[in-house]
């Protein structure tokens, strides 16, 4: 299986903009600019937030899977990632860390085992695995 997404970017870093598709047509055209990646801009999406979409959903199946083979599916789980991009040391940008964080609905699993379920599913999550940044996850059990 692959997965494909497509760039036109058009000018410099600073002063271009562009536009990111994705190959499932799921998304088109979502805009992008380096003053939305270092600032927030309105209307435009970050290769950071893309990447906050793609671990917060890998995690979330990762997860699902981990509780449901231990008899315990869950009800529901509601997974935030947060990605922190900023300069580095030396020069230049990097992404620094993603951090998750978990609330979900499990039948018959105590706060304890929800959470090592959790740190499973973040070591488990193939995206996590293509990460090699700081990482971290919070599992609340509601």
């Known amino acids: 299986m692959q997965s494909r997404a497509t ?4 000018g410099d870093l600073m002063s271009g903009k562009g536009k990111t598709s994705a190959g499932s047509g799921t998304f088109r055209d979502l805009n992008l600019s380096w003053k939305a990646r270092t600032e927030g ?3 435009n999406t970050t290769p950071e937030e893309l990447l906050a979409s793609a671990h917060a959903s890998c995690f979330s199946m990762a997860l699902s899977h981990a509780l449901a083979q231990g008899g315990h599916a869950p009800k529901r ?3 935030t990632c ?8 030396g020069g230049g940008f990097e992404v620094k860390s993603s951090s998750l964080g978990v609330r979900g609905q499990v ?3 105590d706060q304890a085992a929800f959470q ?3 740190e499973g599913a973040k070591t488990g ?3 996590s695995s293509a990460l090699k940044i700081q990482m971290s996850v919070k599992a609340t059990l509601q």
């Open 125 to 127: 999550c193939p995206i």
């Open 107 to 109: 039948p018959g699993v």
């Open 7 to 10: 760039t036109q970017w058009e």
């Open 82 to 89: 947060t990605v922190e991009f900023g300069p580095k040391q």
């Open 116 to 118: 090592k379920a959790g």
């Open 41 to 43: 801009a309105a209307s």
């Open 77 to 79: 789980l509601d997974t």
